[in-house]
């Protein structure tokens, strides 16, 4: 296969002729970096997720916006040398500025920032606002005395894009006992949410996807056992934000691999080189994002590199990942540069065509999709995109979704084509999100243990009156779907757990919707027969190269477990649950608050090996300085 093989010959040649000058001019003279740390003034704890802002003080130019990382470093490249603002914000600290910071050619420049902690009255906090009629963005200034301003903002139009969400409400469960959804691993809600909060903004209401936040966390499962892919553990306890109501908690855990168990791979990066991919948290961020993976794959593993702009082409046939050849796979990340309009239809032709090509028979052979979703040459309508997608699944390639940037966003369009094409969905926000998605979890990400996997919840109308999914909303099935396995449903990777919560009311102990009797069928189950159940819980999914679904069925007996015997999954679930329904402004939030969600949420943290529950903690405590300034 010839290198740009899609692209037609006149094209072909102005491409190359442009790549080859933009990279001599750009190697004329070499650039500087800044290296530096923000740090809390009073006692020199490092503070993550402060957003560091460069500007070319002659210019006004913004040269780069990054996060700092865990430790509250902060690295930013490619800035041509001169003198420089440095400044640094993050809700709760003062915004810093430090002034004539000089870059040199071929020099790393290295700064600290002393952040100076603010109380929880802020003096100042941006909340952006869309003008529905306008489409405009504005950015409300609150201070202390409560009277408000626009500043400028940041980009003329948002037009970031989101599926909307209709809660799910309580249904009777004599009329209708059957509870039916597609599970679902991605956590692409979490990370997105977690970047509107930690850049001031309140999130849009349908950005909030509760159940993928919940699936954002580890939880302590056991492993599976007898050649089942996943184990299955199952609660009852106290809903922490309705005291009449329980809550069900099923937890599933696949088997958790080790990466040199894992089989070759055989993997395909479709890369969006855009113009909209320009900016410093999209390519620059995707391309240090793929390094880490490039870094983490075996002898056995291949790579091949596929790009889309204005056309899509060949930037790397696929190359063994040994030692050898990971020097050139990174040369090849590393020269990308972004420009142009976006054919993503045409990319994820091409890319599904060269991973076809080389094909790994009982391999994983998946396509890594990195982009804002931001398609407008072509195919780009999301009906367009999700008959592409479920007409390539079925040559047995699977598919990784990763979203990048702000601004355009397009979540709908990646969670349709994860959802559709038997893939996976995260959105990376800064490099530790890309080290937790490409690193961390790399066996959840590439490979995928079961799929087309289905629950259905059957509930017992003896013991439970009425019940409510929490979440999910998006994955919901017709109760003859579970059956059919024609009908498409989600994937579990390697190591991932799915948590599902159901608020329920008991008989005889809450209100529930009112449904008037049955006249051509009963009304009432035959207790005797049921024993002491309060609900069957089955699953059906597939082997990966599988066609025939397999069933496993779990009873859940009346045995509600006090609050305080309860688990930490169970624990932290509610928490994140909450948080969630907090955001959306839920009608069914019922007694939740920051300071519950708080309280939960710290009793539960249990072996927070990771530091995502403590970052959790973080999250909620800046939502809460912004949802509760007045």
């Excluded at 249904?171 to 039916?180: A, D, G, H």
């Excluded at 996943?230 to 009852?236: A, D, G, K, Q």
């Excluded at 927070?608 to 300085?625: C, S, T, W």
Aim: proline share 3%.
């Amino acid at each position: 296969m010839k290198t740009l093989k899609l692209i037609p010959k006149p094209l072909t040649f102005i491409f190359t002729t442009l790549f080859l000058c933009l990279s001599f001019f750009g190697s004329a003279q070499e650039t500087g970096k800044i290296n530096g740390y923000v740090v809390d003034k009073s006692n020199g704890d490092s503070i993550a997720f402060a957003k560091v802002t460069v500007t070319n003080s002659a210019s006004g130019v913004v040269a780069g916006t990054v996060s700092t990382d865990m430790v509250g470093h902060f690295l930013i490249t490619s800035l041509s040398p001169g003198t420089y603002f440095v400044e640094a914000k993050i809700v709760g600290y003062k915004t810093v500025k430090q002034n004539n910071v000089v870059v040199s050619s071929g020099k790393v420049t290295r700064v600290k920032i002393f952040m100076e902690g603010e109380s929880q009255e802020l003096n100042e906090i941006v909340i952006s606002e869309k003008d529905n009629s306008s489409g405009r963005v504005s950015n409300k200034l609150y201070d202390s005395g409560g009277s408000v301003g626009y500043a400028q903002p940041d980009v003329d139009f948002n037009t970031e894009s989101y599926s909307p969400i209709n809660e799910n409400g309580f249904k009777n469960s004599t009329v209708n006992p059957l509870s039916t959804f597609s599970v679902d691993v991605d956590a692409a809600s979490y990370s997105n949410v977690r970047r509107f909060i930690m850049n001031g903004t309140k999130p849009p209401v349908d950005a909030v996807r509760v159940e993928e936040m919940i699936n954002y966390f580890d939880y302590d499962y056991p492993d599976p056992v007898d050649d089942v892919p996943f184990s299955i553990s199952t609660e009852i306890g106290d809903c922490p934000w309705n005291t009449k109501n329980k809550l069900v908690h099923i937890g599933l855990q696949a088997e958790r691999l080790k990466t040199k168990d894992l089989p070759s791979n055989n993997l395909v990066f479709l890369l969006d080189v855009s113009g909209s991919m320009a900016s410093e948290n999209k390519l620059p961020l995707l391309i240090k994002s793929f390094k880490l993976l490039v870094n983490e794959l075996r002898p056995q593993d291949r790579v091949a590199i596929v790009v889309y702009a204005g056309a899509a082409g060949v930037v790397l046939e696929s190359t063994a990942a040994d030692n050898d050849n990971k020097t050139k796979i990174l040369e090849a990340l590393e020269a990308l540069q972004a420009g142009g309009s976006t054919a993503g239809g045409q990319g994820i032709q091409l890319a599904y065509k060269v991973a076809a090509d080389n094909f790994i028979q009982g391999g994983n052979n998946r396509v890594v999709l990195a982009t804002d979703g931001d398609f407008n040459v072509g195919m780009s309508s999301d009906a367009e995109m999700q008959r592409l997608i479920e007409e390539k699944k079925l040559s047995g390639i699977f598919l990784t979704c990763l979203g990048f940037g702000m601004g355009n966003y397009q979540d709908s369009k990646l969670e349709i084509l994860a959802d559709k094409g038997n893939g996976n969905y995260a959105y990376i926000d800064n490099l530790l999100e890309a080290k937790k998605v490409l690193v961390t979890e790399i066996g959840g990400t590439l490979l995928t243990l079961a799929k087309d996997v289905k629950i259905q919840v059957e509930f017992n109308p003896m013991v439970i009156e009425s019940y409510r999914l929490v979440g999910y909303e998006n994955r919901l099935l017709n109760e003859e779907d579970f059956n059919d396995d024609k009908k498409d449903a989600g994937e579990i990777g390697a190591g991932h757990s799915v948590t599902a919560l159901y608020e329920v009311v008991l008989k005889g102990q809450g209100e529930s919707p009112s449904v008037d009797p049955l006249r051509y069928s009963t009304n009432e189950p035959n207790q005797s027969a049921l024993g002491n159940e309060m609900l069957t819980v089955k699953f059906r999914y597939k082997k990966p190269d599988g066609d025939v679904s397999m069933l496993i069925e779990r009873n859940l007996e009346n045995k509600i477990t006090s609050w305080n015997e309860v688990s930490d999954n169970f624990k932290f679930s509610a928490a994140v649950s909450a948080f969630g329904m907090i955001l959306r402004d839920s009608e069914f939030k019922g007694t939740s608050s920051f300071d519950n969600v708080l309280s939960i949420a710290n009793e539960s943290k249990g072996n927070d090996k990771n530091g995502y529950r403590a970052e959790f903690i973080r999250i909620v405590e800046l939502a809460k300085i912004l949802f509760e300034k007045k």
